[in-house]
């Protein structure tokens, strides 16, 4: 009998603690985290300047929208495939046709283009060129001359341009002088927006064999070099992609200028993307990626409020240590009882 009742107890016990026990299990929940995680590519690129940057020329092409066959939409295509799955690559192109240095400075400063600098991990340049333009087609103008007449100029024509060459070169050096002023400016209104990889392209020479008007290559290579020397000078905050090397000696077949206009063609476009390419993967570039981790309540409790979970331990530990006490004493009176019987 009294075996019984020790069996009993003993029983009794395992039930009390096995009930202790499963009031202290923990229900596991899933949580979604973020790491970053490297990428070779960037994933969102905003492109920004002039009508280079644009695609200004080519087929396809609209304002606002740019052309498939512009320099940024052919890295968009080459990088795209490159990315994770789940990452997509974003472009934002907020370049526009006849941008000069003082355009864009003062779209920055409006803080128009603060949300996509915050987000892009890449940003591309183009800027200078019709700090140059206009004041060639400044001084065309105060001559009276066009090309019109199918890109050719007359006796006259040409001597009211020639005779106009030493105002030319004024404007240039004026318009270099707030180039050189404005760079640094943008620069740095960039950077405050963002530490994410930043290239400022050099300009090519479209007029280097540009017969049309006598002297006007010399001009041009003068003043497109010295462009390039103010966009090195001011390096540091962004890196100089030299994009005029790969288009020396080459501007007939890579520019329009058979046309007498100086922008690229599909092919100089195609080159502008290749030499840009190895300079954007030379940066580092990651971004956020998701994934599910699996925790416990007791854990997550453990991690915002160990003194909480110190209490619950102890609470199931009374509980148990009480029903132990309870039943060795019910134990003890139930032997009394038998032993007292004759």
């Given amino acids: ?35 970053e995680v490297s990428i070779p590519v960037p994933h969102s ?41 789940d ?8 370049a526009v046709d006849g941008y000069t240095s003082d ?30 333009l206009h004041a060639l087609w400044d001084t065309l103008k105060d001559a009276g001359i066009s090309f019109e007449s199918g890109g ?18 004024e404007k240039l050096d004026a318009n270099l002088t707030v180039f050189d002023e404005n760079l640094p400016k943008i620069a740095a209104y960039i950077r405050k927006k963002t530490a994410s990889e930043f290239f400022i392209q ?5 007029l280097e064999s540009f017969s049309l ?22 390096a540091g905050s962004y890196t100089v992609c030299d994009v005029a090397p790969a288009f020396a000696g080459k501007a ?39 994934y599910v981790i699996e925790r416990t309540i007791a854990d997550d409790a453990a991690d915002t409020d160990s003194a909480g979970s110190l209490q619950g331990n102890s609470t199931v530990m009374i509980i148990v240590i009480c029903s132990v006490c309870a039943l060795a004493a019910g134990a003890g009176i139930v032997y009394l009882i038998i032993k007292k019987r004759p």
Avoid: W
Avoid at 106 to 126: F, M, P, Q, R, T
């Fill in 1 to 35: 009998m009294l075996k019984r009742i020790f069996t009993f107890i003993t029983a009794a016990v395992i039930a009390a603690i096995s009930s202790a026990a499963v009031s202290a299990e923990s229900s596991t929940v899933k949580e979604i985290a973020l790491r």
């Fill in 45 to 85: 690129m905003v492109v920004m300047g002039d009508s280079i940057a644009s695609g200004y020329g080519l087929e396809g092409y609209a304002a606002g929208s740019g052309s498939p066959l512009s320099y940024s939409n052919l890295l968009k295509a080459e990088y795209s495939p490159q990315l994770p799955s």
């Fill in 87 to 94: 990452c997509t690559f974003e472009l934002t192109n907020l």
């Fill in 103 to 132: 355009d864009l400075l003062k779209l920055l400063d409006s803080g128009k283009a603060d949300d996509a600098l915050s987000k892009a991990d890449c940003i591309v340049i183009s800027i200078g060129g019709n700090d140059l």
């Fill in 152 to 169: 050719k100029l007359g006796a006259s024509e040409l001597l009211k341009l020639i005779s106009s060459f030493s105002k030319l070169r």
């Fill in 202 to 206: 050099t300009l090519y020479d479209p």
């Fill in 213 to 234: 008007v006598p002297g006007i290559s010399k001009i041009a290579a003068e003043k497109i070099g010295r462009l390039n020397e103010i966009i090195k000078a001011h």
């Fill in 252 to 290: 007939k077949e890579l520019t329009n200028i058979a046309r007498v206009d100086i922008h690229p063609n599909a092919e100089g476009h195609k080159l502008i993307s290749e030499t840009l390419d190895k300079s954007i993967k030379a940066g580092s570039y990651s971004y956020q990626q998701e």
